[in-house]
């Protein structure tokens, strides 16, 4: 296959080239052509259908077949760990998907665009009657949390959500929440419900973060699991992937998530900054 242009939205980024956007830029992408990185044997080229705005790519292949990526897409054979099926743990090279680079220093370019180029390993089915829009966000922020939920073996359970606020309290008791925490609102909340989880999954960390509190609410051998996210963001592997799809489409799950144009991108990014998605904003490029 001959190398040519792709057209997607790009920014530029001082020392290291022209990489695709990620959402924590201020909106300032410009919709160009760029040459992605040269196509191996071992590659794929897919036409983008939607893209997750945390990373995630979702496409179909022009054969028709649904198929998605992952944030990462790096597996090398001289990692035991990759050898083993945790190829999102690779202790050697972690490559994501998106504003990332090979390790023959070719770039890696994401999904804000109508075509993306990578290692075909990490392209897999999305079963039948799941729609693309709905698989989007679920192979990031979707797999950073089904992962964990997969490895406890947790089953049923009671689901305690918790927040800074209450302002996402009615949305989430009516997607399946038993309970909802609001930890700047309810004084002393880490005390009134300390010993009462078995698992704690916090999707976010930082130096506000006042972690102790969180420890509490564990019982005895309570599990906790911190998503670390850039650097630290370990998803979940392919195989994990495979199962959170095909559960999903078994049980009907879907996210919650506004479907917004590819050509709205540069408003899309801002608005997740701000905290506007309800939950999850993805691309669709049509």
Known sequence: MHDYMFDGWTRSSPGSGRLMARF???????????????????????????????????????SGIGVGVQCNACLRADCERCSADLENHCKIDFVATYDSTYMDGQKSYGGYAKYWRGPAAFAFHIPDGLASGAAAPMLCAGLTVYS???KTELGQANVVAILRSS?????????????YIATEEEEGWSKKHADSL?????TVSGPGMRLEEYLALLDVNGTMVQNLKLGGSLIGSRSTARKMLEFAAKE????????RQLAEANQVVQDMVKGKARYRYVLANK
């Open 198 to 202: 078995d698992l704690v999954i916090s």
């Open 148 to 150: 964990p939920l997969l």
């Open 24 to 62: 924590e830029i201020d909106g300032h992408m410009k919709w160009e052509s760029y040459e992605p990185k040269p196509f191996t044997d071992t590659d794929i080229d897919i036409a983008i259908s939607h893209c997750g705005v945390c990373g995630s790519d979702i496409s179909s292949l022009r």
């Open 167 to 179: 302002s996402k309290r009615a949305n989430t008791l009516k997607i399946g929440a038993d309970q």
């Open 252 to 259: 009907n799950l879907t996210p919650w998530a506004d479907v």
